[in-house]
């Protein structure tokens, strides 16, 4: 249900019902649990105070009812009406005395243990550094204004471990330590609904969706291109990389940046590891400027794209470049000539099938928390591209718990 029909039916306005979904950060917030067969329900407690009025006794009271003499005498003694001279029982009153009996406030994890909270805010939120520890500051960011991560903006470069790295990580760094536990539930309601924790509502922007709320998000299609030949399709792939037992076979693609920026990403299939391709300008560009049937200068044209690739790919001794699976974009129009030129065979995921590159996928939605849609990529040096490929979260999502 949406908001605004939750507040027609609430009768409250569209905007106050919008607010407090906000608030809860989009999670339905915690309901009283439906009392078990263990407790006295409120229809009992009627029933109780019925009998009671009627003069029976407290074991005539449990043989009706069906509960145990001692039951009933501990709930006539504990939740009847004490403000009058004598101990009336009622079963509101008695209900009402049962419910705050049984309300124990928990504090929550993260506020209760600084250690666990300092913790989980270095892991989200924690500079990156580069090779030799030094701290990649990344570009400025505006502040939060209570809304999802900025469209087409520069976002923080920062360690942005997910909830649940996070959650299966502490036991491998405190395996002596109960305390040091938490699960990644726990870290997004700390984040999402207010009150439940010491985390500031504005972390979510070191989650890697930067959502305000927590909704699902649609997947985009693919098409594919005359490039692929039969030859290159990934069911010509050898059956050693399915298993991932053989490391060496490498899943890339791009990432699309304003006006026709990109930087290429190489994830090995087995070990994860994370390569980066810089993209520059090639001398020449003019954004909407370009020649008709010219040369491709955004930065990854098929020719430059083979280059950069080969450049990249070969630095690696030959036994880990056994093959290389792409997407359907026209810039690998060139594999046979990179191919030739660096032994790797290229092959191309099935259309509209993502989950044959998946580490690939999962990878380059982890790194648009460094290049978010709208910014350009390009920009950014080789270096500075190769401590983004060193953080932890380029590792994919289980690397860093394994």
Not at 32 to 47: A, C, D, N, V
Not at 367 to 379: A, E, N
Request: charged share 25%; glycine share 8%.
């Amino acid at each position: 249900m949406l908001a605004e029909e939750a507040a027609r039916v609430i009768g409250v306005a569209p905007a106050v019902a919008t607010r407090w979904y906000r608030q809860h950060g989009g999670m339905r917030p915690f309901m009283p649990p439906t009392p078990s067969g263990r407790y006295l329900s409120f229809t009992e407690r009627e029933e109780i105070a019925i009998l009671v009025a009627k003069g029976h006794g407290v074991r005539q009271i449990a043989r009706t009812i069906g509960r145990d003499p001692g039951t009933i005498s501990r709930e006539l003694r504990r939740n009847a009406a004490t403000r009058g001279r004598t101990r009336d029982y009622r079963a509101s009153v008695a209900q009402w005395k049962a419910d705050m009996a049984a309300r124990r406030p928990k504090e929550a994890k993260l506020v209760a243990n600084p250690r666990l909270r300092e913790y989980v805010e270095q892991r989200l939120s924690g500079h990156i550094v580069d090779e030799d520890g030094n701290v990649v500051a990344g570009p400025p960011v505006e502040k939060w204004t209570g809304r999802n991560k900025p469209r087409r903006k520069d976002r923080a470069w920062v360690r942005v471990w997910s909830p649940e790295q996070i959650s299966r990580r502490l036991p491998l760094d405190f395996p002596d330590d109960e305390s040091m536990r938490i699960s990644h539930e726990a870290i997004y309601q700390s984040l999402y609904i207010q009150g439940r924790g010491a985390l500031k509502r504005e972390l979510i922007l070191c989650l890697r969706t930067g959502r305000a709320l927590r909704a699902p998000r649609a997947r985009a299609q693919r098409t594919t291109w005359a490039h692929v030949t039969p030859e290159a399709l990934i069911s010509e792939r050898p059956a050693e990389a399915d298993d991932r037992a053989v490391p060496g076979h490498w899943e890339g693609d791009l990432i699309i940046g304003l006006e026709r920026s990109a930087i290429g990403t190489l994830v090995e299939r087995t070990t994860r590891y994370t390569m980066l391709v810089h993209l520059p300008r090639e001398e020449g560009y003019r954004h909407k400027e370009s020649v008709k049937n010219g040369p491709a200068l955004a930065g990854y044209g098929a020719i430059t794209m083979k280059n950069a690739l080969s450049t990249t790919m070969t630095r690696l001794p030959a036994e880990l470049t056994r093959s290389l699976t792409w997407g359907h974009g026209k810039e690998m129009s060139a594999h046979i000539a990179f191919r030739v030129e660096t032994g790797i065979p290229v092959f191309f995921a099935d259309p509209h099938s993502p989950w044959q590159r998946g580490t690939n996928e999962n990878t380059n939605g982890l790194l648009r928390q460094y290049f978010p849609k709208g910014t350009d990529p390009s920009r950014w040096s080789e270096h500075q591209n190769n401590a983004v490929a060193h953080t932890p979260i380029t590792a994919g999502s289980t690397q860093y718990w394994a």
